[in-house]
């Protein structure tokens, strides 16, 4: 079992910044990929950034160039750092954890694990 808790989320103006986080605890040696995903309300989940266990990552295009995923193997902390927001980026965003090998893309059903979620706001 794995448990993952995110926090960092808020309410920012447009271009802001914020930093998640998200701390695992559990069985995480085993994992494969972290992601963080993120849904709009009245719109479907969808994947924001990916990072695998040998530290490659990507970025959903809309985010490329202003969120960051990182990790911390020593903390097993997982960060998105978000910056130059839009009001678009607002949402609930999901820190994930899969341990399937060669899988880590954006696609929503790969996840065996999902933390439940922080706020992010951002007003125009």
């Known amino acids: 079992q794995v448990q993952l808790a995110e926090s960092g989320g808020g309410s920012v103006q447009a271009g802001g910044s914020l930093r998640l986080s998200c701390a695992a605890s559990?069985?995480?040696?085993?994992?494969?990929?972290m992601a963080w995903f993120r849904q709009a309300p009245g719109k479907e989940r969808e994947g924001v950034a990916v990072?695998?266990?040998?530290?490659?990552?990507n970025a959903q295009y809309s985010v490329k160039g202003r969120f960051t995923i990182s990790r911390d193997n020593a903390e097993n902390t997982l960060y998105l750092e978000m910056n130059s927001l839009k009001p678009e980026d607002t949402g609930t965003y999901y820190c994930a954890v899969g341990m399937e090998k060669g899988v880590c893309n954006f696609a929503t059903n790969w996840p065996r694990y999902w933390g439940q979620g922080t706020q992010v706001t951002v007003s125009s």
């Open positions: 990072i695998n266990n040998l530290g490659r990552t």
């Open positions: 559990g069985d995480i040696y085993s994992w494969y990929c």
